[in-house]
T-cell receptor, first 112, second 115 residues
Protein backbone atom coordinates (compact mmCIF):
# COMPACT_ATOMS: atom_id res chain seq x y z
CA UNK A 1 0.00 0.00 0.00
CA UNK A 2 1.19 3.51 -0.78
CA UNK A 3 2.21 5.32 2.38
CA UNK A 4 1.29 8.71 3.71
CA UNK A 5 3.25 11.12 5.90
CA UNK A 6 1.57 13.47 8.35
CA UNK A 7 2.84 15.72 11.14
CA UNK A 8 2.47 14.12 14.56
CA UNK A 9 0.49 17.01 15.97
CA UNK A 10 -0.87 20.46 15.22
CA UNK A 11 -2.44 23.16 17.32
CA UNK A 12 -5.18 25.59 16.51
CA UNK A 13 -7.38 28.14 18.19
CA UNK A 14 -11.11 27.85 18.21
CA UNK A 15 -12.91 29.43 15.25
CA UNK A 16 -9.72 29.63 13.19
CA UNK A 17 -9.13 27.66 10.01
CA UNK A 18 -6.94 24.58 10.20
CA UNK A 19 -4.90 23.12 7.37
CA UNK A 20 -3.80 19.53 7.95
CA UNK A 21 -1.16 18.40 5.43
CA UNK A 22 -0.52 14.92 4.07
CA UNK A 23 2.27 13.78 1.77
CA UNK A 24 1.77 10.75 -0.44
CA UNK A 25 4.53 10.87 -3.02
CA UNK A 26 4.08 7.22 -4.08
CA UNK A 27 0.38 7.53 -4.80
CA UNK A 28 -0.85 5.50 -7.77
CA UNK A 29 -3.38 6.56 -10.34
CA UNK A 30 -6.14 4.44 -8.80
CA UNK A 31 -5.62 5.57 -5.21
CA UNK A 32 -8.30 7.71 -3.67
CA UNK A 33 -7.27 10.01 -0.81
CA UNK A 34 -9.42 9.40 2.26
CA UNK A 35 -9.50 11.31 5.51
CA UNK A 36 -10.87 9.89 8.73
CA UNK A 37 -10.76 11.28 12.22
CA UNK A 38 -10.92 9.63 15.61
CA UNK A 39 -12.23 11.45 18.62
CA UNK A 40 -10.99 10.27 22.02
CA UNK A 41 -12.29 6.81 22.93
CA UNK A 42 -14.35 6.50 19.77
CA UNK A 43 -14.11 4.65 16.48
CA UNK A 44 -12.86 6.46 13.37
CA UNK A 45 -15.27 8.71 11.54
CA UNK A 46 -15.25 9.37 7.80
CA UNK A 47 -14.45 12.98 6.93
CA UNK A 48 -13.94 13.30 3.19
CA UNK A 49 -12.30 11.69 0.19
CA UNK A 50 -11.23 12.66 -3.31
CA UNK A 51 -9.30 11.57 -6.37
CA UNK A 52 -8.04 14.58 -8.31
CA UNK A 53 -10.34 17.55 -7.86
CA UNK A 54 -10.81 19.52 -4.68
CA UNK A 55 -13.81 18.37 -2.65
CA UNK A 56 -16.10 20.07 -0.18
CA UNK A 57 -18.64 18.70 2.24
CA UNK A 58 -20.32 19.88 5.41
CA UNK A 59 -17.40 18.79 7.56
CA UNK A 60 -14.36 19.93 5.62
CA UNK A 61 -12.65 20.65 2.33
CA UNK A 62 -9.97 18.60 0.66
CA UNK A 63 -7.39 20.31 -1.49
CA UNK A 64 -5.39 17.97 -3.71
CA UNK A 65 -2.15 19.02 -5.35
CA UNK A 66 -2.03 18.94 -9.11
CA UNK A 67 0.54 16.13 -9.10
CA UNK A 68 -1.50 14.34 -6.36
CA UNK A 69 1.60 13.84 -4.25
CA UNK A 70 0.14 15.80 -1.40
CA UNK A 71 -3.19 16.94 -0.06
CA UNK A 72 -4.54 19.22 2.65
CA UNK A 73 -7.59 18.76 4.80
CA UNK A 74 -9.13 22.11 5.62
CA UNK A 75 -11.38 22.72 8.60
CA UNK A 76 -12.80 26.17 7.96
CA UNK A 77 -13.56 27.06 11.58
CA UNK A 78 -12.16 24.75 14.19
CA UNK A 79 -14.27 23.99 17.22
CA UNK A 80 -13.32 22.20 20.43
CA UNK A 81 -15.20 19.17 19.11
CA UNK A 82 -12.76 18.95 16.20
CA UNK A 83 -9.94 17.94 18.56
CA UNK A 84 -9.10 14.46 17.31
CA UNK A 85 -6.52 12.38 15.49
CA UNK A 86 -6.83 12.89 11.74
CA UNK A 87 -5.76 10.09 9.42
CA UNK A 88 -4.90 10.49 5.76
CA UNK A 89 -5.27 7.15 3.99
CA UNK A 90 -4.80 6.07 0.39
CA UNK A 91 -7.30 3.55 -0.83
CA UNK A 92 -7.29 1.71 -4.13
CA UNK A 93 -10.89 1.43 -5.19
CA UNK A 94 -10.29 -0.89 -8.10
CA UNK A 95 -10.60 -4.63 -7.61
CA UNK A 96 -13.10 -4.43 -4.79
CA UNK A 97 -11.86 -1.64 -2.53
CA UNK A 98 -8.74 -2.08 -0.46
CA UNK A 99 -8.91 -2.31 3.31
CA UNK A 100 -8.31 0.88 5.26
CA UNK A 101 -4.84 0.83 6.81
CA UNK A 102 -4.12 3.47 9.43
CA UNK A 103 -0.86 5.31 9.99
CA UNK A 104 -0.10 7.43 13.03
CA UNK A 105 -2.17 10.41 11.92
CA UNK A 106 -2.06 14.00 13.16
CA UNK A 107 -3.35 14.85 16.60
CA UNK A 108 -5.16 18.17 16.36
CA UNK A 109 -5.32 20.21 19.55
CA UNK A 110 -7.86 23.03 19.63
CA UNK A 111 -7.60 25.74 22.23
CA UNK A 112 -10.50 27.96 23.31
CA UNK B 1 -25.65 7.70 7.35
CA UNK B 2 -24.55 4.12 7.79
CA UNK B 3 -24.32 2.98 11.39
CA UNK B 4 -22.22 0.26 12.93
CA UNK B 5 -22.86 -0.73 16.52
CA UNK B 6 -20.72 -2.66 18.97
CA UNK B 7 -21.67 -4.39 22.16
CA UNK B 8 -20.56 -4.12 24.87
CA UNK B 9 -18.96 -0.68 24.87
CA UNK B 10 -16.70 -1.71 27.72
CA UNK B 11 -16.05 -4.92 29.54
CA UNK B 12 -13.88 -6.03 32.41
CA UNK B 13 -13.05 -9.70 32.73
CA UNK B 14 -10.75 -11.89 34.76
CA UNK B 15 -7.64 -13.45 33.33
CA UNK B 16 -8.36 -16.83 31.75
CA UNK B 17 -11.97 -16.14 30.85
CA UNK B 18 -13.42 -15.51 27.39
CA UNK B 19 -15.15 -12.40 26.14
CA UNK B 20 -17.41 -11.99 23.12
CA UNK B 21 -17.80 -8.67 21.30
CA UNK B 22 -20.61 -8.14 18.80
CA UNK B 23 -20.51 -5.90 15.76
CA UNK B 24 -23.64 -5.08 13.78
CA UNK B 25 -24.30 -3.05 10.67
CA UNK B 26 -27.66 -1.47 11.42
CA UNK B 27 -28.87 -0.10 8.10
CA UNK B 28 -26.80 -1.80 5.44
CA UNK B 29 -25.51 -5.21 4.51
CA UNK B 30 -21.86 -5.93 5.02
CA UNK B 31 -20.30 -8.82 3.17
CA UNK B 32 -16.96 -7.91 4.71
CA UNK B 33 -16.23 -6.90 8.28
CA UNK B 34 -12.93 -5.98 9.87
CA UNK B 35 -11.58 -6.11 13.40
CA UNK B 36 -8.97 -3.63 14.58
CA UNK B 37 -7.15 -3.30 17.87
CA UNK B 38 -5.78 -0.08 19.31
CA UNK B 39 -3.40 0.19 22.25
CA UNK B 40 -3.07 3.48 24.15
CA UNK B 41 -1.48 6.28 22.14
CA UNK B 42 -1.11 4.02 19.11
CA UNK B 43 -2.89 3.76 15.81
CA UNK B 44 -5.44 1.16 14.79
CA UNK B 45 -3.96 -2.17 13.79
CA UNK B 46 -5.94 -4.51 11.59
CA UNK B 47 -6.38 -7.90 13.23
CA UNK B 48 -8.52 -9.79 10.76
CA UNK B 49 -10.90 -9.56 7.86
CA UNK B 50 -14.03 -11.66 7.73
CA UNK B 51 -16.34 -12.37 4.84
CA UNK B 52 -19.87 -13.52 5.47
CA UNK B 53 -20.11 -17.28 5.51
CA UNK B 54 -16.40 -17.98 5.28
CA UNK B 55 -13.38 -18.16 7.55
CA UNK B 56 -11.67 -15.00 8.62
CA UNK B 57 -8.27 -13.96 7.30
CA UNK B 58 -5.91 -13.00 10.09
CA UNK B 59 -3.04 -10.53 9.89
CA UNK B 60 0.45 -11.74 10.63
CA UNK B 61 1.06 -12.14 14.32
CA UNK B 62 -2.61 -12.44 15.29
CA UNK B 63 -3.47 -15.83 16.79
CA UNK B 64 -6.56 -17.21 15.11
CA UNK B 65 -7.20 -19.68 17.95
CA UNK B 66 -7.18 -16.90 20.49
CA UNK B 67 -9.26 -14.37 18.58
CA UNK B 68 -12.22 -16.29 17.19
CA UNK B 69 -14.21 -14.45 14.55
CA UNK B 70 -17.62 -15.45 13.31
CA UNK B 71 -19.44 -13.65 10.50
CA UNK B 72 -22.63 -15.65 10.21
CA UNK B 73 -24.86 -13.04 8.62
CA UNK B 74 -24.64 -9.92 6.48
CA UNK B 75 -25.20 -7.72 9.52
CA UNK B 76 -23.39 -9.44 12.38
CA UNK B 77 -19.82 -10.37 13.19
CA UNK B 78 -18.48 -11.47 16.55
CA UNK B 79 -14.99 -11.46 18.03
CA UNK B 80 -14.33 -13.80 20.94
CA UNK B 81 -11.16 -13.28 22.93
CA UNK B 82 -10.45 -16.68 24.45
CA UNK B 83 -8.44 -17.21 27.63
CA UNK B 84 -7.92 -13.49 27.96
CA UNK B 85 -4.77 -12.15 29.57
CA UNK B 86 -3.93 -8.64 30.80
CA UNK B 87 -1.91 -7.98 27.63
CA UNK B 88 -5.14 -8.41 25.64
CA UNK B 89 -6.50 -5.30 27.30
CA UNK B 90 -7.11 -2.89 24.46
CA UNK B 91 -9.67 -0.93 22.47
CA UNK B 92 -11.27 -3.22 19.89
CA UNK B 93 -12.95 -1.57 16.91
CA UNK B 94 -14.99 -3.27 14.25
CA UNK B 95 -15.67 -1.96 10.78
CA UNK B 96 -18.11 -2.99 8.09
CA UNK B 97 -17.90 -2.52 4.36
CA UNK B 98 -21.14 -1.66 2.63
CA UNK B 99 -21.81 -4.41 0.09
CA UNK B 100 -23.18 -2.01 -2.50
CA UNK B 101 -21.36 1.30 -2.02
CA UNK B 102 -18.01 -0.11 -0.93
CA UNK B 103 -17.49 2.42 1.84
CA UNK B 104 -16.11 1.24 5.17
CA UNK B 105 -17.82 2.34 8.38
CA UNK B 106 -16.60 1.99 11.94
CA UNK B 107 -18.19 1.00 15.20
CA UNK B 108 -17.72 3.00 18.41
CA UNK B 109 -15.26 0.52 19.86
CA UNK B 110 -15.16 -1.81 22.86
CA UNK B 111 -12.79 -1.17 25.74
CA UNK B 112 -11.59 -4.52 27.11
CA UNK B 113 -9.82 -4.65 30.45
CA UNK B 114 -8.46 -7.98 31.65
CA UNK B 115 -7.61 -8.11 35.34
Amino acid sequence: DAKTTQPNSMESNEEEPVHLPCNHSTISGTDYIHWYRQLPSQGPEYVIHGLTSNVNNRMASLAIAEDRKSSTLILHRATLRDAAVYYCILRDVTSGYSTLTFGKGTMLLVSP
Amino acid sequence: GAVVSQHPSRVICKSGTSVKIECRSLDFQATTMFWYRQFPKQSLMLMATSNEGSKATYEQGVEKDKFLINHASLTLSTLTVTSAHPEDSSFYICSARDATAGEQYFGPGTRLTVT
